[in-house]
Each structure stands twice: as C-alpha cells, then as structure tokens.
C-alpha cells in the first residue's frame, strides 16, 4: 500500500487518499442521514424543506468526497431514504411524493455525491518520458 504519491517530475508528496468501498460509503452516509435527522430535529429545521434538503446535500458531497465514484448511487439512495423518512415525512415513515420529484431526489443526491470523486477518478494526461542519451541530449 502507498503511503505518498508525487506526480513526475514534481517534488511535491502528498498523502494518497484511499477511498471507501461502495457498502461502507453507503452504510457510512445511511448512519451519517440519521444523525442528519437528530441535529435537525434538535435545531428545529427537520421538516422545514430547502434547509433540510440542503443540509442532506451537504452529507452527500461530504461522504462522496472519501467515496469510490461507483458508490455515488448507494450515497444518494441512503441520503434519499433519510430525507424521505425524517425530513419530509413524520416518524420514520416513507411517503411517494410522485415519479418526477423523488427522481429529482435521487439525481440531486448522486450528482452531489459524484461532486467530488469523479474529477479525481478522470483519467489523467499522459506524461511524455524522453529517453536521455549518455551525454545528456535528448
């Protein structure tokens, strides 16, 4: 296992992040979007809508930033079935609010979860290695 990485030619290391599998991101952001619930519930903002929803976006990007790109789904289901339950109906329960804004649910809690690990994860540029001569010319 890698401890630093540095690109070529630089001199800089920096610590390698590994990332959480799939299930862990997604049992870590279903734990993460119940103590969501408590903090707001305490806070007096649980069912009050735009603040709830933002705050569960904020979970996801939070999670999604130490998450593999292919855990996003599982990110946005966890976080989709915490806002449903706590933050848009009562005591745990899920209610369907229709087709079209529980999908936008579910998109806006992946995209938010794929916010971060996607453009990590993108294939970088190649570098070019000159082969050097003995006498240094390229």
Same mark, same amino acid.
């Given at each position: ?16 992040? !590994? ?7 997604? =049992? ?6 119940? #103590?969501?619930?408590?903090? /707001?519930?305490?806070?007096?903002? /649980?069912?009050?809508? =735009? ?10 990007? #939070?999670?999604? &930033? ?6 996003? $789904?599982? @990110?946005?289901?966890a976080?989709? /079935? ?6 848009? &109906? ?8 229709? =087709?079209?804004?529980? *999908?936008? &649910?579910?998109?806006?809690? =992946?995209?938010a ?5 996607? $453009?990590?994860?993108? $294939?970088?540029?190649?570098?070019r290695?000159?082969?050097?001569? $003995? !006498?240094? *010319? @390229?």
């Amino acid at each position: 296992m890698r401890m630093y990485s540095a690109r070529p030619g630089g001199s800089r290391y920096r610590p390698v992040l !590994d990332r959480l599998p799939p299930g862990t991101s997604g =049992t870590t952001a279903l734990l993460g979007g119940g #103590l969501l619930a408590l903090a /707001l519930g305490r806070a007096g903002a /649980l069912h009050s809508g =735009t603040p709830a929803l933002a705050a569960y976006l904020a979970l996801c990007v #939070l999670v999604g &930033h130490f998450s593999r790109p292919w855990a996003a $789904p599982l @990110v946005g289901l966890a976080a989709w /079935l915490c806002c449903n339950a706590f933050a848009e &109906h009562r005591h745990g329960e899920l209610g369907w609010s229709g =087709t079209w804004p529980e *999908t936008w &649910h579910y998109a806006a809690f =992946t995209a938010a979860a794929l916010l971060l690990p996607l $453009p990590a994860a993108l $294939p970088r540029r190649r570098v070019r290695v000159a082969l050097l001569r $003995p !006498d240094r *010319t @390229v």
